[in-house]
């Protein structure tokens, strides 16, 4: 789906010219589904690495996710105040978003093996 959704808005950034829509959600609803979309990998991965912790790791790890989610929120909100970051964001957005979506995509296929699966597939 990265993948399909980066290329999807490159080739409408590239028939539709910079004027586009933006590629960033731009209401509640869609900041909703993009969050839970997000969300779902996590739970398949947390719920059984918490299975086998006990109580007190598992305390340990959230503490420490919620502290550099903390960092994470601070990062943004600077960096968000600085007028030429925001500035430069917004002039090359429209294009480097698609591209790391794009990027993600392989990635996550790279390291499940698809592409190995593929292959052999192929080889049959």
Do not use: K, Q
């Not at 999807?8 to 839970?36: M, Q, Y």
């Amino acid at each position: 789906m990265p993948i399909a959704y980066g290329l999807w808005h490159l080739w409408r950034l590239r028939h539709d010219g910079e004027d586009a829509a933006p590629v960033a959600a731009s209401s509640v609803t869609s900041i909703v589904a993009i969050t839970l979309a997000n969300g779902a990998d996590n739970i398949g991965v947390f719920t059984p690495l918490f299975r086998s912790m006990d109580i007190g790791l598992v305390a340990v790890v959230a503490a420490g996710f919620l502290v550099l989610v903390g960092i994470w929120c601070a990062m943004g909100a600077i960096l968000g105040t600085r007028r030429a970051v925001v500035a430069t964001l917004g002039r090359i957005a429209h294009v480097v978003v698609p591209v790391v979506f794009i990027v993600v995509g392989i990635l996550i296929l790279i390291s499940t093996g698809a592409f190995t699966l593929v292959g052999d597939a192929f080889t049959l």
